[in-house]
């Protein structure tokens, strides 16, 4: 099994620019999220999704879109790039939805916004 | 909210030593705890997690975390530093709100082991 996998692993947008950040798992997962990672912040979850076609916002959900069309995929849509979302991206995935399993992540996505 | 708290942004300890990288949580309900690593440039692994039973929870690379519920804390514990350990920890806690299941996480802890 690959796991949870992101692509790209870097990415350099201009302010406005949109993008979509990838994220794939192969071990049959129903919960996937999307987090972002801030000096001193710690990890802030961004958007989640307990199945195919379910998706809700997590902590910091302004100006990402998610959507869950199969059970593998879960991209992160940026609309319109902001310097503030100059950060690193973890996408993971956990077999249960109630929280009682770990979960897996991906190595992270890069961000710089100019 | 849940919500955990890891105080000390560093922790520095020489190789040999016991280390302890400390954690609280505030949870209404039962707490479900969390530890991770993440080395440089790469992602979360799990090291171990605690939801019912004994109070010491043995993990990966022989981590334990101690749950003390008088105290609300959830410290992660290790007999013999390793330099390899080098790593930023992170706590976190199960928050049921909302539709599903979320992880709180701490703002992680810096572990510096030298020589």
């Known amino acids: 099994n690959a796991g949870v996998t992101q692509t790209p692993k870097f990415q350099v947008l201009k302010t406005g620019q949109s993008m979509t950040l990838q994220c794939a798992q192969d071990?049959?997962?129903?919960?996937m999220s999307w987090y972002r990672q801030d000096p001193g912040m710690g990890l802030r979850l961004i958007h989640y999704?307990?199945?195919?076609?379910?998706?809700d916002q997590g902590e910091v959900p302004n100006g990402y879109n998610v959507s869950r069309s199969t059970t593998e995929d879960f991209p992160l849509r940026l609309l319109s790039a902001a310097p503030s979302q100059t950060s690193v991206y973890f996408c993971?995935?956990?077999?249960?939805?109630?929280?009682?399993?770990?979960?897996?992540f991906g190595p992270g996505t890069r961000l710089t916004v100019t | 909210a849940q919500s955990v708290a890891q105080p000390e942004d560093q922790v520095n300890v020489a190789e040999g030593n016991p280390l302890t990288v400390k954690c609280t949580y505030s949870?209404?309900?039962?707490?479900?705890l969390f530890w991770y690593v993440q080395y440089p440039n790469r992602g979360l692994q799990f090291l171990l997690k605690?939801?019912?039973?004994?109070?010491l929870v043995k993990g990966s690379y022989g981590f334990e975390a101690e749950f003390n519920k008088s105290q609300t804390s959830f410290h992660l514990k290790k007999p013999s530093a390793l330099v390899s350990d080098s790593a930023l920890y992170f706590c976190?806690?199960?928050?049921?709100?909302?539709?599903?299941?979320?992880?709180?996480f701490g703002t992680g802890t810096r572990l510096q082991v030298t020589l």
């Open positions: 071990m049959n997962h129903e919960y």
């Open positions: 605690y939801i019912t039973g004994d109070n």
């Open positions: 949870v209404s309900g039962n707490p479900y």
């Open positions: 993971a995935s956990s077999y249960s939805k109630q929280g009682i399993y770990e979960q897996y």
């Open positions: 976190a806690v199960r928050d049921f709100s909302g539709t599903a299941s979320k992880l709180t």
């Open positions: 999704s307990v199945g195919a076609g379910i998706t």
